[in-house]
C-alpha cells in the first residue's frame, strides 16, 4: 500500500490548543527552491594506474516512495527483507567511464533497465568493476569491462547485502560471495504471529553502562528473522558465471582475504543475541580456513559484550582490531587490552599488538605495547609501520615509528600532540599499493610524505612534507598558498617526478579534480570540469569572521550578506545563524577555526544558507565550544558557555553594522537542536528557533551523550539543567520542532521531539512540531526536505522578519 502524500503538523501558534492542521506537502518560494531542486555533478572514482574515471550519477534527492519500502529493523540494522539490503542505501542510476586523458564520456552499455546501483568495486588490475543491481526482488551481481565499456549481469537476485557489500575480489578472475540460502525459511510476521510467552531479561549485577541504541531485537521471533536475514552461503564465482560453493550456510558477517590470496578469514555472528546492544557487540567466532574451503585455524572468539566499562576508552577484553597485514602474504595482527579494556584501571601501558603468521602453528609474537589506546596502524615493510594511540581524556595522541621485525626496539615517538590542535596538525602519511593491491606506507629513499590539511591562525594552506624515517625531521616539499580559492591534496600520484592529484574550488567555482606537478611552477592540468549549478548565490559576500567571547575565546564563523548589500549604507537585516557545538579541553584548541572562505557555497538543508537569497545575513557554522580545563568537564558550565558564545556572535556581527539584534533568529540539527532549545530557554537573545531532530530530556539517555562520560546518577544536576524539557516552563519564545518519523540516532528518538512539544503546548509556548515521514536522522526524501524548507520560511517570515 503506497504512502498518502500528506503530512500530519502539529501545533499551537496561530491555532485552537486542540488544533492539528492536515496539510499537504508545500514547496518553499522561488529563490529557495531554484537553489533546492537542482541536479548533482557525478562523483569521480580513479582506477589506481589514473588512467580511467568513473563517473557515477544518482537523483539529488530520494523520494517518499524510495522510504515506504518493507523495512525490519533488528540488532541495529534496518533492512528491506524482500530485496535483502539495507533499506537506507543510495542509490546509483547511471555510470560513465572515461580516460583520465580524454574528455569524451563513454556511457556504459548493457546496464540493467532503470538500475540501482550500489557497492561499486573495481579489480586489483583495475580492468573490471563489481558492482551490485536491486530489482524488485533482490540483488544481483554485475561486472563492468572497463576497456569495452560494457556491463554483464553474473548472478540472478540471490545476493544477500543485509550486512553491507556482498562481494570481494579473490584475484582478478574470481569472486567471494555471500549468497541466499537456498533452502531459507519464510519470514516470521511478528505484528501477527502470537507470542508463545512474555519478554524476560535479567541482570547478574554487573554495571553495564549502555547508551540507548535504536532498532534493537525485542522478542524471540525477532531473533528466529535476524538469524534469517544474516544467514549466508559462501560462494567463488569466476566472471564466466561458474560457481562454486565454498562454505555453507553461516552467519557470515565479514570475510577478509590474505594478501597473497591464498587464505580467507571469515566471521560469524554466534548466539546468545542481545536485545540492549547492536550486531558489533553479538559473540562472534573468527576463522581462517585456505583458499579451497579448508579450515585452517579458529583465530578469535568473542562472547557476547553487553558488559563495557565507562569511558569512551573502554574496549572488550581478548583480542580486537584483528586484520592482515598489509605488506606481508598472510600475517594477521591484533590489539589486546592491558587494562582489562577498563580506562580506570592505571597501567603504563593500555594495549599490546601481536603478529600470527600463517598457518598459525607458531604462537603470536608481541611487537610493541602502547601507553594509550591504539587507533591506526601504517604498515610499511620488513621494518617500518606507523603506530598511532590516542587517549579522549586529555585530548593526547602520539604517533610511533616501530620496527615490526624487532620487538627490542624501543618506539621512536614521532609526535605527540593535542588530537584538537589543528594548527599543529602534521598531516597524514601517504600509503600506494603494493604487489598484493595493498595500501601500505610509502617509502622513496628512507623518506615517508606527509599530507596536511593546512590550518593556520592565518587561513588554511595544505601542504605536502617529505619525513626521513631516519632523521625523524621534515622537510616541506609543497605549500598551497591560494587566497582566493582552496586546494585540497588529495593522492600523491608519482613520488619522483611530483604528480599530485588535487581538488580546487572557490566559493562560486564547483570543486573539480585537477593534476599538479608540484615541481614544476604553475603546471596544473584539469581534469573535469563540473560548473556550478547554484548561478543565483555566486555573487553573494561571503567572508570568514574572527571574534571573541567574554572570555578571551577565539571564535570564527562563516558570515553571508545578500547579494548587491551595500557596506556603506549598512541596512539592518534580521540575522541567522546555524551551530552545533562541540566540546574542548583547553581554550587555544577551542579557539582555532578550520573554515575557508573559499570552500564552495553549497545550500542544503543543513544550513541557512539559502536564506540570504531572501533579505537575510547568515552566519553559518558559527563556533560554539564548550570548555572544561583539567578536572573540570566541559558540561559542568554548558550553560555559561553556550550563551557567552551566542552573545559574542550576535555582537560581532552587530558591530559590523549589518544587523537589527532585535531580530536574530537561531538553528540547529541534532545536538544543534539541544543547543537551540537551552539557548530559547535561558537567553533574551532570539527572537525564535529552529531545532530538528533533537534529545531534550537527558534523563533519557542516562548513561552519556555527545560527549559527556558520566551517568546521571553520578551527575544528576548537570544532566537535569541541560535538559531543556526539564525547564519547559522557562521557554518563551517561538520554536520549531522538527523530526524525521523514524529517527535511528542512539539518543534522538521522534519521542523526545515528541514529549518535548507536549511540554511546551501544555505550558502555553509558542511552539510548532513538524514529524517527517519515514525520515531518519538524516533527511533525504525531495517531498519531505521542500516541506521542511517552506516551513522554516513560513516560520522565519512570521516570527522574524515581520
Known sequence: MKLRISLFTFLCIGFSSLAQENLNYQKPSKSILDLADYERAPSVSLDTKKEYMLLSYRATYKTLDDLNQDEMRLGGLRINPITNISSTVTYINNIKLRKVADKNEIQVIGLPVNPKISNVLWSPNDKKILFSNTIATGVEMWVLDVASAKATKLTEATLNANLGTPFSWFDNETVLVKMLPKNRAALLDSKKDLPTGPIISNSAGTKSQNRTYPDMLKNQNDEINFENIITSELYK?????????????????????????????????????????????????????????LEIKTVNEVPLNEIIPKGFMAVRKGKREMSWRNDKPATLYYAVALDEGDPANKVDFRDEIFLWNAPFTANPISITKTPQRISDIIWGNETVAIVSDIWYDTRNTKTY????????????????????????????????????????????????????????????????????????????????????????????????????????????????YYFRNIKQKNSLTPITAFVSPFESIKNVSKEVIKYKRKDGVELSGTLYLPEGYDKVKKEKLPLLIWAYPAEFKDKSSAGQSSQNPNEFTFPYYGSFVYWVTKGYVVLDDASFPIIGEGTTEPNDNFITQLVDDAEAAINAVDALGYINTKKVAVGGHSYGAFMTANLLTHSNLFACGIARSGAYNRTLTPFGFQSEQRNYWEVPAVYNTMSPFMNADKMKTPLLLVHGEADNNPGTFTLQTERYFQALKGLGAPVRMVILPKEAHSYVAKENILHLLWEQDQFLEKYLKN
Open 401 to 512: 615509528l616501530i620496527n615490526p621485525s624487532d620487538p627490542n626496539q624501543k618506539p621512536k615517538v614521532i609526535t605527540d600532540r593535542n588530537s584538537q590542535d589543528i594548527y599543529s596538525d602534521p598531516g597524514n602519511f601517504e600509503t600506494k599499493k603494493n604487489q598484493y593491491n595493498k595500501n601500505v606506507l610509502a617509502i622513496e629513499n628512507n623518506n615517508a610524505y606527509r599530507i596536511g590539511d593546512g590550518f593556520t591562525k592565518d587561513g588554511q594552506f595544505p601542504f605536502i612534507d617529505e619525513f626521513n624515517l631516519k632523521t625523524l625531521q621534515s622537510k616541506r616539499l609543497y605549500t598551497s598558498l591560494y587566497k582566493d580559492k582552496k586546494e585540497d591534496l588529495l593522492e600523491i600520484e608519482d613520488f619522483k617526478t611530483g604528480k599530485v592529484l588535487v581538488q580546487i574550488q572557490s566559493k562560486n567555482e564547483y570543486p573539480n
Open 237 to 293: 564465482i569466476t566472471l564466466d558465471g561458474k560457481a562454486v560453493l565454498f562454505k555453507s550456510a553461516d552467519m557470515f558477517a565479514g570475510e577478509r582475504i590474505s594478501p597473497d590470496g591464498n587464505y580467507v578469514m571469515t566471521t560469524t555472528i554466534q548466539k546468545p543475541f542481545s536485545y540492549i546492544v547492536p550486531i558489533n557487540r553479538f559473540p562472534s567466532k573468527t576463522v581462517v580456513y585456505d583458499k579451497n574451503g
